[in-house]
């Protein structure tokens, strides 16, 4: 959820950065009907979300085995697990973000009031989405882009909304001519 906190420092700080580049980042418009949103799964899976594991391996293995995890490129998911878990007491590794605290930045992930300032932001912005989602992130990735003054927008159909760590390298690419423009 790292997009919509580097749309709120280009938003205090303008010179702060040159290009964003964020990926279905999460700055949902305020609901016009009065209605709430829908709960995210996310939240759930996140208070399931196993704490430990005997080893780096093992925890790996796990992650490697299953969606979403599983789809990821091995060097990110690597990556992930390295330095997502630290060494614990009894010889295993346990995950470094309390499944709580994950849980409860998924409920409030949402409730910002960026989305009316958005028009505000004057840093260049290059908004990425996977494909569309009607509940998720991705259904407002190119609305968000459209209330930026300075944004592009590259829709990747063939990804979800893990695609920078499922395809890094074609990611990478967006980033690196976005850069050079």
Not at 130 to 143: A, K, L, Q, R, T
Not at 159 to 172: I, K, N, Q, R, T
Request: overall charge negative; charged content about 25%.
């Amino acid at each position: 959820m790292g997009g919509a906190p580097l749309l709120m420092a280009a938003l205090v700080e303008p010179d702060l950065f040159d290009l964003l580049v964020v990926f279905e980042p999460i700055v949902f418009p305020p609901p016009t009907d009065g209605t709430e949103r829908h709960e995210s799964p996310l939240v759930a899976g996140a208070r399931r979300r196993r704490r430990s594991f005997p080893s780096f391996e093992a925890a790996l293995e796990n992650y490697a085995s299953k969606p979403p995890l599983g789809a990821f490129d091995p060097a990110a998911l690597r990556a992930y697990v390295e330095h997502g878990f630290a060494p614990d007491a009894d010889g295993g590794v346990t995950i470094k973000c309390d499944p709580e605290h994950e849980a409860r930045t998924f409920e409030t992930g949402g409730v910002h009031r960026l989305w009316d300032r958005l028009p505000e932001i004057e840093t260049r912005v290059l908004v990425m989405t996977g494909s569309v989602d009607e509940y998720g992130p991705s259904s407002i990735s190119e609305p968000v882009a459209q209330q930026l003054p300075n944004a592009e927008f590259v829709e990747l159909a063939h990804l979800d909304h893990f695609g920078p760590m499922v395809a890094p390298v074609e990611v990478a690419g967006y980033v690196r001519r976005a850069a050079a423009s």
